[in-house]
Structures are given as structure tokens and as C-alpha cells.
T-cell receptor, first 111, second 109 residues
Framework: DSGVTQTPKHLITATGQRVTLRCSPRSGDLSVYWYQQSLDQGLQFLIHYYNGEERAKGNILERFSAQQFPDLHSELNLSSLELGDSALYFC??????????FGPGTRLLVL | QKEVEQDPGPLSVPEGAIVSLNCTYSNSAFQYFMWYRQYSRKGPELLMYTYSSGNKEDGRFTAQVDKSSKYISLFIRDSQPSDSATYLCAMGNTDKLIFGTGTRLQVFP
């Protein structure tokens, strides 16, 4: 157990809908990273937050947004969902901004 | 060209074999190099971490980094069926990591 929690574990929704994925980092970790993992793309970095501030963006679509709250938990919002958004979404946390510890992931299926 | 290249495998070896997993990269600015293990679409688990050229050993695992060649390796000694998983190399800096696509390893009894 990495100490990073993610909810929900599974999510099934329809195209055009909006969902929110939640991540709680390890105790004391200020950094949260979001990743998308699909079968044909591997693990893709989406965005990094440090203590509530956005630090880096990767291949994150404009339909996706994230934030980190004062209690350090983070949410990833996915809107206008498309079939191709079906994937595993992981968050990771870090205390030293070097080693990242991953949560169990949220499996999203868009029908 | 991808920033990080990793042979997807699959790699199938008998129990007890020495396994060599490799990645190449193109960005000389990468500061940190890591190996993660991922079991059947679960969260990646950090195995090894280094930020310098040379070898780092932890039990049956040895990570090797050659910055001059932009090449990293993970060696697994005395491989076990429980090592069967996908191994992901990752490298980057404090803001983000770039992952390889992963190598599927199967160790058969």
C-alpha cells in the first residue's frame, strides 16, 4: 500500500458527460501528479500540483482540468467525455519532488 | 522520436534466470531515473531510483545508468514467477516524469 488513495475505483459513464476523480496524497506529501494510462499510449503525464499551485502540464486536453485543495487532496475533472477517454487514471504523490508513489487508479469506461 | 524508448517485449524467461530490461532516452536534461513495477493494471510500484551514472543495488535488483550513452538498465537476478509484471522505466525532473511504454516480463516455473 503506497498510502495514496483514489476514488472511485471504477466509473462507467456515457459520452458527453462530466466526471470527477479524487486523489488523497500520502500524509505530508505536497506534490500530486495525474497520469492517464491507456492500452495504446502507455502512462501519460497530465499535470502536477505542488501545495495548491500548478507546476507543470503535460498532454492534458482542454476538456480536462485539475485542482489541489488546501488539505492537499486533488481532483481531476473530465468533461464532454469521449469514447477515447476510457483509460486508467492514476495519481501519484511526492514529498521530495523526486520519487513518486502511485495510487491504485480509477478505471474509467465511457460508453 | 519519443523521449524515452523501451522494448515492449514480452520477455519470457525460466525461473532463476537473470533478466535485463533496458531503456534509451534522448533528453540529456533528465535528472532522475527510476524503475517501476506494475502488476495487471494496478498502480505502478517504485522499485529503484537513482540520479547519477553507475550502479545501484537493492536485493535481487540492480539499476544501471549510463548518462553518456543515454541508456538505463534494470537487472533482476534469480528471477521468480512473482516477478512476472510490466516494468516501466521513468526519467525526468522535479516537475514531471516521462515513462517508457513498459516491458512485459513473464517468469515461468
Amino acid at each position: 500500500d503506497s498510502g495514496v488513495t483514489q476514488t472511485p475505483k471504477h466509473l462507467i459513464t456515457a459520452t458527453g458527460q462530466r466526471v470527477t476523480l479524487r486523489c488523497s496524497p500520502r500524509s505530508g506529501d505536497l506534490s500530486v501528479y495525474w497520469y492517464q494510462q491507456s492500452l495504446d499510449q502507455g502512462l501519460q503525464f497530465l499535470i502536477h500540483y505542488y501545495n495548491g499551485e500548478e507546476r507543470a502540464k503535460g498532454n492534458i486536453l482542454e476538456r480536462f482540468s485539475a485542482q489541489q485543495f488546501p488539505d492537499l487532496h486533488s481532483e481531476l475533472n473530465l468533461s464532454s467525455l469521449e469514447l477515447g477517454d476510457s483509460a486508467l487514471y492514476f495519481c501519484a504523490s511526492s514529498g521530495d519532488q523526486e520519487t513518486q508513489y502511485f495510487g491504485p487508479g480509477t478505471r474509467l469506461l465511457v460508453l | 522520436q519519443k523521449e524515452v524508448e523501451q522494448d515492449p517485449g514480452p520477455l519470457s524467461v525460466p525461473e532463476g534466470a537473470i533478466v535485463s530490461l533496458n531503456c534509451t532516452y534522448s533528453n540529456s536534461a533528465f535528472q532522475y531515473f527510476m524503475w517501476y513495477r506494475q502488476y495487471s493494471r494496478k498502480g505502478p510500484e517504485l522499485l529503484m531510483y537513482t540520479y547519477s551514472s553507475g550502479n545501484k543495488e537493492d536485493g535481487r535488483f540492480t539499476a544501471q545508468v549510463d548518462k553518456s550513452s543515454k541508456y538505463i538498465s534494470l537487472f533482476i537476478r534469480d528471477s521468480q514467477p512473482s516477478d512476472s509484471a510490466t516494468y516501466l522505466c521513468a526519467m525526468g525532473n522535479t516537475d514531471k516524469l516521462i515513462f517508457g511504454t513498459g516491458t512485459r516480463l513473464q517468469v515461468f516455473p
